[in-house]
């Protein structure tokens, strides 16, 4: 467990910022801690100051910490001293560095230096552990992100992002821990690895401490203090003999979820963008939307293109449901004139109802299933709108600014339920009044939840509405069944 409490020190603690193209990053010289990161091209929810990831104020502890444990050595709370340079990334230069010295505690001195490069928010740290004493040590290096469990500030209660600790390794892959867990105890990830990395999540961005693949390690997630939670690896120096100095390189990340980005950055970075069990349908759905935007330049225009594309690969196998419906419709009034018949033989109605499908050769089921098979793949996409931070202020057209936020004036999901209840009404009536009722309600239900969504999802849930219509509507005329709407009888619902 990392230590918490460190010999005095001469040094002064002082927090400074630097910043590059990038970042702007408050470091505290006790530890020489990460105390803040700022996003200079992802504004806050104002939409005028950089967005705040890590924080220590008031309202957020959230922290970056790095120190030695195995003895009496410098630890996150040992006051350093800011080596003197450059605090802004210089017109033309590459990287910026800040460099960091403890006193020498426990025969050992620990230098940390972070290079910050241009146009990146993985930053490489540099552990240089000197020894100034007379016998060989053999120090730990710890590394750990500390958060306070506070949900974040404007979350839906209408849709859940995960927020929390989580941690990769090649033999077990993304895991996600809840705080609740490590309060309780419950806490279930692998503890031992050579490879992968440590991270805090959130909606949208992530931080992490990454270590180079082949270097063992020890992950740990505890609670450190009242509403205060670590994650975080322990790594293993080899014995520094007297004179020497012994080196451990990480990296630091923090910043937006961008997935092609992620991907450069380290094995496995690109899943703290979580699409859960949907990942094998999701991450191609993204690299699609990703294409298209790059040829369309606009996420709106995209994520229709992508509806319009995904309706194209899916049109035989809905045609065959929709095709099913329209004769569904045909026989409909034969069915209802068998209900009515036999409404006091419920055995004698279900043979011949069966009869008239075996005759009529229709499926009953024929117009779910095809529209099962396509469920996966709308559930995935609604997950990579959901969780694209490229959809975050990106504006539309109009009044949609921003496609990560409710349609400010309801515009988009009046749309989405009009057009719901449109397709509701072209499809057969149910013969059971139940299923009748339901088939009306539930979209009206369901339709209220998308006042409350993101603008994005909205308009691919209108884009694969309006195509839905458009396909059934041509495949009935096709089929000689003239589309007619099936209005509701709400006097009958209320019997």
Same mark, same amino acid.
């Given at each position: 467990?990392?230590?918490?409490?460190?010999?005095?020190?001469? @040094?002064?603690?002082?927090?400074?910022?630097?910043?590059?193209?990038?970042?702007?990053?408050?470091?505290?010289?006790?530890?020489?801690?990460?105390?803040?990161?700022?996003?200079?091209?992802?504004?806050?929810?104002?939409?005028?100051?950089?967005?705040?990831?890590?924080?220590? /104020?008031?309202?957020?502890?959230?922290?970056?910490?790095?120190?030695?444990?195995?003895?009496?050595?410098?630890?996150?709370?040992? #006051?350093?001293?800011?080596?003197?340079?450059?605090?802004?990334?210089?017109?033309?230069?590459?990287?910026?560095?800040?460099s960091f010295e403890s006193p020498v505690q426990g025969g050992v001195k620990l230098v940390?230096?972070?290079? %910050?490069?241009?146009?990146?928010?993985?930053?490489?740290?540099?552990?240089?552990?000197?020894?100034?004493?007379?016998?060989?040590?053999?120090?730990?290096?710890?590394?750990?992100?500390?958060?306070?469990?506070?949900?974040?500030?404007?979350?839906?209660?209408?849709? &859940?992002?995960?927020?929390?600790?989580? @941690?990769?390794?090649?033999? !077990?892959? =993304?895991?996600?821990?809840?705080?609740?867990?490590?309060?309780?105890?419950?806490?279930?990830?692998?503890?031992?690895? /050579?490879?992968?990395?440590?991270?805090?999540?959130?909606?949208?961005?992530?931080?992490?401490? #990454?270590?180079?693949? $082949?270097?063992?390690?020890?992950?740990?997630?505890?609670?450190?203090?009242?509403?205060?939670?670590?994650?975080?690896?322990?790594?293993?120096?080899?014995?520094?003999?007297?004179?020497?100095?012994?080196?451990?390189?990480?990296?630091? =990340?923090? $910043?937006?979820?961008?997935?092609?980005? %992620?991907?450069?950055?380290?094995?496995?970075?690109?899943?703290?963008?979580?699409?859960? +069990?949907?990942?094998?349908?999701?991450?191609?759905?993204?690299?699609?939307?990703?294409?298209?935007?790059? =040829?369309?330049?606009?996420? $709106?225009? &995209?994520?229709? $293109?992508?509806?319009?594309?995904?309706?194209?690969?899916?049109?035989?196998?809905?045609?065959?449901?929709? !095709?099913?419906?329209?004769?569904?419709? @045909?026989?409909?009034?034969?069915?209802?004139?068998?209900?009515?018949?036999?409404?006091?033989?419920? !055995?004698?109605?279900?043979?011949?109802?069966?009869?008239?499908?075996?005759?009529?050769?229709?499926?009953?089921?024929?117009?779910?299933?095809?529209?099962?098979?396509?469920?996966?793949?709308?559930?995935?996409?609604?997950?990579?709108?959901? /969780?694209?931070?490229?959809?975050?202020?990106?504006? +539309?057209?109009?009044?949609?600014?921003?496609?990560?936020?409710?349609?400010?004036? =309801?515009?988009?999901?009046?749309?989405?339920?009009?057009?719901?209840?449109?397709?509701?009404?072209?499809?057969?009536?149910?013969?059971?009044?139940? !299923?009748?009722?339901?088939? +009306?309600?539930?979209?009206?239900?369901? &339709?209220?939840?998308?006042?409350?969504?993101?603008?994005?999802?909205?308009?691919?849930?209108?884009?694969?509405? #309006?195509?839905?219509?458009?396909?059934?509507?041509?495949?009935?005329?096709?089929?000689?069944?003239?589309?007619?709407?099936?209005?509701?009888?709400? &006097?009958?619902?209320?019997?």
């Amino acid at each position: 467990m990392p230590a918490q409490a460190a010999g005095p020190s001469a @040094a002064q603690r002082e927090r400074f910022t630097v910043s590059t193209d990038v970042l702007r990053v408050t470091f505290d010289t006790e530890g020489g801690t990460v105390v803040r990161t700022e996003f200079l091209r992802h504004k806050a929810d104002d939409k005028q100051s950089p967005f705040v990831l890590l924080d220590q /104020s008031p309202e957020r502890v959230y922290v970056a910490q790095t120190g030695l444990v195995g003895g009496d050595f410098p630890t996150h709370k040992t #006051i350093m001293t800011a080596v003197p340079g450059d605090r802004a990334l210089k017109d033309g230069a590459s990287e910026l560095v800040v460099s960091f010295e403890s006193p020498v505690q426990g025969g050992v001195k620990l230098v940390k230096t972070y290079t %910050l490069p241009r146009g990146s928010y993985a930053i490489p740290v540099k552990h240089e552990v000197v020894n100034t004493g007379a016998a060989a040590v053999a120090p730990q290096l710890y590394l750990q992100l500390v958060r306070d469990g506070n949900a974040l500030p404007g979350e839906s209660s209408f849709y &859940s992002t995960f927020t929390g600790p989580a @941690a990769y390794t090649e033999a !077990q892959k =993304f895991q996600k821990v809840d705080f609740k867990d490590i309060e309780k105890g419950k806490a279930t990830f692998e503890k031992t690895a /050579s490879n992968g990395y440590v991270a805090m999540v959130q909606h949208y961005f992530a931080s992490a401490w #990454i270590l180079p693949d $082949g270097r063992p390690r020890e992950l740990f997630m505890q609670k450190v203090d009242a509403n205060l939670y670590s994650a975080g690896m322990i790594t293993p120096l080899a014995s520094v003999a007297p004179g020497a100095t012994g080196t451990v390189d990480a990296r630091f =990340f923090a $910043g937006p979820q961008v997935e092609t980005m %992620l991907e450069q950055i380290a094995p496995g970075l690109d899943l703290v963008k979580d699409y859960g +069990w949907l990942t094998i349908l999701a991450k191609p759905l993204y690299w699609l939307l990703d294409k298209l935007h790059g =040829f369309l330049g606009n996420w $709106g225009w &995209s994520i229709m $293109g992508l509806v319009l594309i995904i309706k194209i690969a899916f049109y035989w196998l809905q045609a065959k449901g929709y !095709q099913s419906m329209a004769k569904m419709k @045909a026989i409909n009034p034969k069915v209802m004139a068998l209900r009515e018949r036999y409404k006091e033989n419920p !055995q004698q109605m279900q043979q011949e109802m069966m009869r008239i499908y075996k005759e009529e050769k229709v499926n009953p089921l024929g117009g779910c299933l095809p529209i099962m098979v396509q469920i996966p793949v709308f559930i995935a996409l609604y997950w990579v709108l959901l /969780s694209s931070v490229e959809m975050r202020h990106a504006p +539309w057209i109009l009044w949609i600014r921003d496609l990560a936020a409710p349609d400010p004036f =309801f515009i988009l999901p009046v749309i989405m339920t009009l057009s719901t209840l449109l397709q509701t009404a072209l499809n057969p009536v149910p013969p059971d009044p139940m !299923q009748a009722k339901m088939m +009306w309600f539930m979209p009206l239900i369901f &339709s209220v939840m998308f006042f409350f969504f993101p603008a994005g999802l909205v308009l691919y849930w209108i884009t694969n509405n #309006i195509l839905s219509i458009a396909q059934q509507w041509l495949i009935n005329v096709r089929m000689g069944v003239p589309p007619e709407f099936n209005l509701p009888k709400f &006097s009958k619902f209320t019997k």
